[in-house]
């Protein structure tokens, strides 16, 4: 049973295109987020939705756009696709909106702009 | 703000030796601490959090962490290291205040036979 999961696990695309990630939990949660780990294992966080509400919305270009269906949901939206784009995205999850919270990680996107 | 730095992206040790990553984070109100593990290509793993009490923390796989408030530090140790346990750590400080959370930038933990 997966925790947090993502699909697809890997995406190669060209510059310019519009792409989709999706991320699904099934733990009940109330919070999910977007973090991006870029080639130097750097790991920022991007959104947070708690309760399909955006809560977090980091500094990232507004090419990015998630977005919750529901509370198991949150996809990432990438318009315009840049080479500096390419990373890997991680989905989580948490039982709530604090931080203090364990955060449950999904295995990761690992997206290659061409 | 906050912040987080891992000292030293690269440690190596022999199997059976002791474990030392190291963490300092910057922060204007108590933090909470956190360290994670991240296997080759899979997603991050928490091994163990600090947010109140007991400054010893215990976590999975035999991992440990003090939170020093004097040092600003939040270290993690194993007494013996395992050949399982080459990955990458992060540490990380979220401020319930601001509802923001920082990752250090990772330390390779190499384990030598």
């Known amino acids: 049973d997966t925790a947090v999961s993502q699909t697809p696990k890997y995406l190669v695309t060209q510059m310019g295109n519009d792409k989709s990630i999706k991320c699904e939990q099934n733990?009940?949660?109330?919070?999910m987020y977007w973090y991006k780990q870029d080639s130097k294992k750097f790991l920022k966080i991007m959104f947070s939705?708690?309760?399909?509400?955006?809560?977090i919305n980091e500094t990232v270009p507004n090419r990015f756009s998630p977005k919750s269906p529901d509370k198991a949901h949150l996809n990432l939206h990438i318009n315009s696709l840049e080479l500096g784009d390419s990373a890997v995205y991680f989905c989580?999850?948490?039982?709530?909106?604090?931080?203090?919270?364990?955060?449950?990680f999904g295995p990761g996107t690992r997206l290659l702009v061409l | 703000a906050q912040s987080v730095t891992q000292l030293g992206s690269h440690v190596s040790v022999s199997e059976g030796a002791l474990v030392l990553l190291r963490c300092n984070y910057s922060?204007?109100?108590?933090?909470?601490l956190f360290w994670y593990v991240q296997y080759p290509n899979q997603g991050l793993q928490l091994l163990l959090k600090?947010?109140?009490?007991?400054?010893l923390v215990k976590g999975i796989n035999g991992f440990e962490a003090e939170f020093k408030k004097s040092e600003t530090s939040f270290h993690l140790t194993k007494p013996s290291a395992h050949m399982s346990d080459a990955a990458e750590y992060f540490c990380?400080?979220?401020?319930?205040?601001?509802?923001?959370?920082?990752f250090g930038s990772g330390t390779k933990l190499n384990v030598k036979p």
């Open positions: 989580a999850s948490s039982q709530s909106g604090g931080l203090q919270e364990t955060q449950y």
């Open positions: 733990l009940g949660h109330d919070t």
């Open positions: 939705y708690n309760n399909k509400e955006l809560i």
């Open positions: 922060s204007s109100v108590p933090p909470y």
């Open positions: 600090y947010t109140t009490g007991a400054t």
């Open positions: 990380a400080v979220s401020d319930n205040n601001f509802n923001k959370f920082y």
